[in-house]
T-cell receptor
């Protein structure tokens, strides 16, 4: 059974810092891995999608990596801004469904 | 703006009642999936519909059922509501089930259901 874990559950850093969010999964048989952002009272916004054959994807200040063999993915956020404050969730597409971690609540202090 | 809209945004029901949640997908998106997100947790897959047929289901009892219509709208129905059904319900759409493997999913803002 696929399980997805995100550490830490919460993170608070000063504005301008670079930071890394972690995601791990138990079964390497995945189609893809996605990172999402969720703002309070709002739905989910897909940030980056990494196919199982890829090792990383970049979008602006965001970079996501994937290591299937070790069951790990990281989301790197460069030069953090207060507007980056949100909950970040990772999800793996496995057995024709998305399986999600519980998320990391990120607070960027001005 | 994802083009996926859900209604209502908030709903309060009593245990034992029935509820219908609605989702309007992007035009051309024949696949819709529904998720339940309890407070402080990641979403849980309920089921997926493709061209009006259920083609995948998570670990949810039969009292969770759905419908998909030709006009890209869909419904999630929950019978005999329980307190633990209180959650944010999200729908997501994609052109096809295979597209969902290769492209980002578009989510609605969700319906917050409270069962008292």
């Amino acid at each position: 059974k696929q399980e997805v874990t995100q550490i830490p559950a919460a993170l608070s850093v000063p504005e301008g810092e670079n930071l890394v969010l972690n995601c791990s999964f138990t079964d390497s048989a995945i189609y893809n891995l996605q990172w999402f952002r969720q703002d309070p009272g709002k739905g989910l916004t897909s940030l980056l999608l990494i196919q199982s054959s890829q090792r990383e994807q970049t979008s602006g200040r965001l970079n996501a990596s994937l290591d299937k063999s070790s069951g790990r993915s990281t989301l790197y956020i460069a030069a953090s801004q207060p507007g980056d404050s949100a909950t970040y969730l990772c999800a793996v597409y496995s057995n024709y469904q998305l399986i999600w971690g519980a998320g990391t609540k990120l607070i960027i202090k001005p | 703006e994802t083009g996926v809209t859900q209604s209502p945004t908030h709903l309060i029901k009593t245990r034992g009642q029935q509820v219908t949640l609605r989702c309007s997908s992007q035009s051309g998106h024949n696949t819709v999936s529904w998720y339940q997100q309890a407070l402080g947790q990641g979403p849980q897959f309920i089921f997926q519909y493709y061209r009006e047929e259920e083609n995948g289901r998570g670990n949810f009892p039969p009292r969770f059922s759905g419908l998909q219509f030709p006009n890209y709208s869909s419904e999630l129905n929950v019978n005999a509501l329980e307190l633990d059904d209180s959650a944010l319900y999200l729908c997501a759409s994609s052109p096809t089930p295979l597209t969902a493997l290769e492209e980002k999913l578009f989510f609605g803002s969700g319906t917050q259901l409270s069962v008292l």
